[in-house]
Each structure stands twice: as structure tokens, then as C-alpha cells.
T-cell receptor
Framework: QKEVEQNSGPLSVPEGAIASLNCTYS??????FFWYRQYSGKSPELIMS??SNGDKEDGRFTAQLNKASQYVSLLIRDSQPSDSATYLC????????????WGLGTSLAVNP | EPEVTQTPSHQVTQMGQEVILRCVPI?????FYWYRQILGQKVEFLVS????????KSEIFDDQFSVERPDGSNFTLKIRSTKLEDSAMYFC???????????FGPGTRLTVL
């Protein structure tokens, strides 16, 4: 059973701090990795994708991938109250199929 | 900015009834997906669709489920005989031919009574 694991939280950080969200996955041949944000009652909204080992930055967001450790993380710099949401990690396996396997998500609360 | 749309936003039905959930994927996308999320649980893959046929389906996607692209824009999920446990948010997503990033619609909340 291929799994994606996240700490469910809640993770609470003060406004302006760095929030660090982590995700591990079980299938070593996983190929593509995605971070989505989900507000309560809403659909997943893409934040970033990452495919290669290392860091990828987009504005206040940095995704980090370590395939050897089967670990992907998301850093949110200068956290804002509007960042308060559940952050979902999703993984696509190698090969032609495109289904995403999801973690349960980490709930983030940014306190003003 | 192009987006995936879904209708209805909320569907209430009686157990045993048929429901059709509708989606309009992003216009130049070629891969279409349905996922569901039971309250408080993980997002679960149901089915992917490409070139007018199912490319992959999960164990959840049994004979009571079907998908169809009835025209050049719509993509539908039919649940033939709904059960209480089908109550969930159903999300449609689409992606391009090369890029595998999936973009999600706003979802349909299905409530089976």
C-alpha cells in the first residue's frame, strides 16, 4: 500500500514567522510531488510542484525534495493569517498513470 | 485565468437514487480526473480519463460509478444507486498532455439521506 504521511498538526506559528510542513512517502519510485492548500469546505488549490532533489522557490514558498530520504517539505516565509489552512501533500508515482496519492494534510494556524 | 468548474455545488439525494455530477475541465487539457473526500479524511482518487476512455480507476470506482465525456466540454460522474457512504465532496480535476499538474474544481458536496 503506497502511503503519504503528514503530521496532522495543528501547527501554530505567529504572524511573520516561518512555517515548516513535512511529508514522507513510501514508494521510492515516486516521480512528482505537489503541495496544495485547502481551506475548510473548499477544494485543493495548487501551491507548488517539485520534481528534482533540492529546493524550489516561488515567492514566500519553498519546496524541498530529498528522494533518498523519501521526504518533501514546504516552507512558508513571513506567514500571514490568510495562510491558515490545511496543507496537503500529493505524490504521483512513476509511470504512465497519473493518479495522485494524498496525505491527510497538516493544519496550519497563523496567529496575528 | 482558466479554471475547472463543477455543478451543482451541493446535491442532496435519497439512498438508491442516481446522481450525475458535472464538470467542465480547462479547455486545452486532455486528462480528466474525479477524486472524493469524505469529511475529515484524505482525498481519494476515483478515476482518470484520457482520449475518451478510462486510463485508471481505483477500487472505490466499482460498477455503480461511470464517467462520460458527452461533448467537447463536459465530463460527468454518474453514481447509479447511491449509498449513505457515498456522501462526500467530489472534486473534478484536469491536466495537460505534458505537464502532470492537476487543477481542481470547487467540488460538489453530495449528501445521501
Amino acid at each position: 500500500q503506497k502511503e503519504v504521511e503528514q503530521n496532522s498538526g495543528p501547527l501554530s506559528v505567529p504572524e511573520g514567522a516561518i512555517a515548516s510542513l513535512n511529508c514522507t512517502y513510501s514508494d521510492r519510485v515516486s516521480q512528482s510531488f505537489f503541495w496544495y492548500r485547502q481551506y475548510s469546505g473548499k477544494s485543493p488549490e495548487l501551491i507548488m510542484s517539485i520534481y528534482s532533489n533540492g529546493d524550489k522557490e516561488d515567492g514566500r514558498f519553498t519546496a524541498q525534495l530529498n528522494k533518498a530520504s523519501q521526504y518533501v517539505s514546504l516552507l512558508i516565509r513571513d506567514s500571514q493569517p490568510s495562510d491558515s489552512a490545511t496543507y496537503l501533500c500529493a505524490v504521483k508515482m512513476a509511470g504512465n498513470n497519473r493518479k495522485l496519492i494524498w496525505g491527510l494534510g497538516t493544519s496550519l494556524a497563523v496567529n496575528p | 485565468e482558466p479554471e475547472v468548474t463543477q455543478t451543482p455545488s451541493h446535491q442532496v439525494t435519497q439512498m438508491g437514487q442516481e446522481v450525475i455530477l458535472r464538470c467542465v475541465p480547462i479547455s486545452n487539457h486532455l486528462y480528466f480526473y474525479w477524486y472524493r473526500q469524505i469529511l475529515g479524511q484524505k482525498v481519494e482518487f476515483l478515476v482518470s480519463f484520457y482520449n475518451n476512455e478510462i486510463s485508471e480507476k481505483s477500487e472505490i470506482f466499482d460498477d455503480q460509478f461511470s464517467v462520460e465525456r458527452p461533448d467537447g466540454s463536459n465530463f460527468t460522474l454518474k453514481i447509479r444507486s447511491t449509498k449513505l457512504e457515498d456522501s462526500a465532496m467530489y472534486f473534478c480535476a484536469s491536466s495537460g498532455l505534458i505537464a502532470d499538474t492537476q487543477y481542481f474544481g470547487p467540488g460538489t458536496r453530495l449528501t445521501v439521506l
